[in-house]
């Protein structure tokens, strides 16, 4: 452990001053990852359970209280169930409660994906980062070289190692980060779909119940 810890801080200061704002976009990025990733986690598990709860509150005739449930939820999946509700309320047709529960996710997708406009811009500038730090070491090497007026392996061997180790830094950061940023990319438009895809069904539901409730009570008073 002790051995570890002691090789990462050598690797770290060979690599020279350009290691600091290469070890700052690594935590930036890290920062990013966990909180979009509970956010995300959050947001696809307490879906389900509120959409059963609106279904089951809408179809047994109580569409306030279902309004007033989503409401009081926070969240992407309460905002579009809020949004459909409401227009189901004032009657409005099919076509323009799908079309404000669209407009309504599209809106949230833009909720949910702050942050990873971050993501994107460190796993662009950390290569660049490594990169500039190549460009450093080797203008080293050859200041060395030219101090010196011959070319021996110990006078470049330091500029060299700069210029690796900060490749290497700028690389590790970029791979995963971009492969986050790819994965929380597609799972905000997929977690999106669903989620209209299942208020559209439970509003659906809703209305049918609301129609047949409104038959049966235009039959009793015929009766």
Excluded at 90 to 106: F, L, V
Excluded at 125 to 154: K, N, S, Y
């Amino acid at each position: 452990m002790n051995d570890t810890s002691y090789e990462l801080l050598t690797i770290f200061v060979d690599g020279g001053f350009m290691m600091y704002p290469l070890i700052l976009c690594s935590l930036v990025a890290l920062g990013v990852i966990i909180a979009k990733g509970w956010t995300l986690r959050v947001a696809h598990r307490d879906s389900r359970g509120l959409l059963d709860e609106i279904e089951a509150l809408g179809t047994a005739g109580h569409l306030d209280k279902a309004i007033e449930r989503a409401h009081e939820t926070r969240g992407p999946v309460a905002a579009i169930l809020l949004t459909g509700l409401r227009r189901l309320k004032e009657n409005q047709r099919g076509k323009d409660i799908s079309k404000a529960i669209k407009t309504t996710g599209t809106l949230e997708l833009d909720f949910l994906e702050r942050g990873l406009t971050v993501l994107a811009t460190i796993a662009n500038v950390a290569p660049m980062l490594g990169f500039l730090g190549t460009v450093i070491g080797m203008i080293a090497a050859f200041d060395a070289i030219e101090a010196a007026g011959q070319v021996e392996p110990a006078l470049v061997a330091s500029g060299i190692k700069i210029a690796l180790i900060t490749t290497a830094a700028g690389l590790a950061i970029a791979i995963p980060v971009n492969i986050s940023y790819n994965y929380f990319v597609t799972r905000i438009d997929a977690l999106i779909a669903d989620m209209e895809q299942g208020t559209q069904a439970v509003l659906d539901m809703i209305w049918r119940a609301q129609d047949e409730q409104r038959a049966a009570g235009q039959t009793q008073r015929r009766w």
